[in-house]
């Protein structure tokens, strides 16, 4: 699977705040399938627990967190980016038993583990508590179908509700335009569609396969957009990360055009502070079947 630095989701974490509020009946309409407290909640794929401070305060009431990861380092960063979280938001955040968290808030309170797990080969063993919330943040255009299938088998013996956030859907809007544009993202989401480490990625069509094989298996689903919307202007260190990221994955897809492509990326970088780009994104949600 590949990795991501805690930098980037750093980076990241305020534009997928933002995204999230858009698509905020998603959530609710997972969370109104939890039962009574204490609510058990699967992070997989977690980072240094994003998706756990977008939720908890939202799910409220309390919850058991399973953070999984399979990047030790992230694992690691995780105390410190909850200690920082609940500093600025005026959550006490302590160490418990066993090397767990406690969070405690207005509203909510969670215990928090940490699972070091590799998602490829270790699926099968993962603990997934009955009627618990699963859920993942920007996980989906690197899996594929066979895995997806096989977490759908998994998440239905355990009647476990699915929530899956910050999914990219392909939507892709620079302005202004460039010639260029077109080329360069077309080689993009080639390269999106490789092997992260599950098999052959869905990509972007991720969020709207598993909608669908889920609607066909009687499970209940809501989706809603939720993009990044970035102006360089006022974010040039995001929009810097995503030229230079879409240019990077460009060009080791399609490197017969690495000159054109090394060109839209220093056209694109000189007119950066004058550029808003939004990359389009999906929040689904799934319960199971009745």
Not at 10 to 31: K, T
Not at 39 to 66: E, F, I, K, M
Not at 131 to 149: I, K, R
Not at 274 to 290: E, F, K, N, Q, Y
Request: proline share 5%; charged share 20%; aromatic share 6%.
């Amino acid at each position: 699977m590949s990795g991501f630095s805690a930098d980037w989701l750093s980076l990241r974490e305020p534009f997928d705040s933002a995204a999230r509020a858009e698509a905020d009946a998603v959530a609710a309409f997972a969370g109104e399938s939890l039962g009574p407290a204490p609510r058990q909640v699967v992070d997989l794929a977690c980072g240094t627990g994003a998706n756990l401070r977008a939720l908890a305060p939202r799910l409220g009431r309390s919850q058991h967190w399973r953070l999984v990861d399979h990047d030790a380092a992230l694992l690691a960063a995780l105390p410190g980016a909850l200690q920082a979280w609940g500093q600025t938001c005026g959550y006490r955040v302590a160490n418990g038993d066993a090397g767990a968290l406690t969070i405690s808030g207005p509203g909510f309170d969670a215990t928090v583990h940490r699972h070091r797990l590799d998602l490829v080969q270790g699926l099968p063993g993962l603990p997934l508590p009955e009627g618990a919330l699963l859920t993942a943040s920007a996980l989906l255009d690197l899996v594929s179908a066979h895995w997806l299938d096989a977490l759908i088998s998994h998440a239905g013996r355990a009647r476990a509700t699915l929530l899956f956030t910050l999914s990219v859907d392909g939507r892709v809007v620079w302005d202004p335009a460039d010639a260029d544009d077109a080329a360069v993202q077309a080689a993009f989401a080639a390269h999106q569609r490789r092997d992260k480490g599950f098999g052959p990625a869905l990509g972007a069509t991720a969020a709207a396969w598993l909608e669908a094989r889920l609607a066909t298996a009687g499970w209940r689903t809501q989706s809603a957009q939720s993009d990044w919307r970035i102006d360089g202007a006022r974010a040039p260190s995001m929009l810097q990360a995503l030229i230079d990221g879409t240019a990077a994955a460009a060009k080791e897809q399609a490197p017969e055009a690495a000159d054109a492509i090394r060109a839209w990326q220093w056209r694109r970088t000189a007119g950066r502070d004058a550029t808003r780009l939004l990359v389009g994104h999906t929040d689904m949600a799934a319960r199971p079947p009745a």
